[in-house]
């Protein structure tokens, strides 16, 4: 009974240290296929520019829970620093709402910030690193996949890339 045992439990180890090296070797040929992608993208010309960190995963994560996502325009103004300007609410209406922009964020660049109502009742980033993503333009990939979850018929969203 001992020796069912001691091999069950043998074959039950070496399956679940298998079953982690395909994940490790899945995570490797997706980073594979993201570098190939980045580079296909680099060779197109200007007018086709994406942006290269195009996550679906992590953007429906962040879509997911957030309560609130807008596009926003950071501009530069001598008498109070740095301004932000709301272009397009896509979920919630933080246009609003008092947020606090990461004085990080570049100026004169346009960017998709993910908030949500924490368990205090404020407003804050949906995610430390990821709430705030810059934009590459019109045809960069996190603008044209969201425009396409909250409006399929924006000219944005029917933007085609090669």
Known sequence: ????????MSLLLSLSLAACGKKDQAKAEANEA????EVANKETDEEQVATSNFDKEAVN?????????SRIRISTSTAEGMSTAFLKDYKGDLSQIQVDIPKNLSP????LIFYRDDE????SP???EGAFIELQGDK???LIYIEKQFDPNSYTSSV???
């Not at 993201?34 to 992608?37: F, W």
């Not at 004169?108 to 960017?111: A, Q």
């Open 1 to 8: 009974m001992k020796k069912i045992f001691i091999i069950s």
């Open 34 to 37: 993201k570098v190939t992608s």
């Open 61 to 69: 994560e962040l879509i997911k829970n957030s309560d609130y996502i």
């Open 108 to 111: 004169n660049k346009e960017y």
């Open 120 to 123: 205090k009742g404020e407003v």
């Open 126 to 128: 949906t995610d430390r």
């Open 140 to 142: 960069d990939s996190n």
């Open 160 to 162: 085609k890339s090669k």
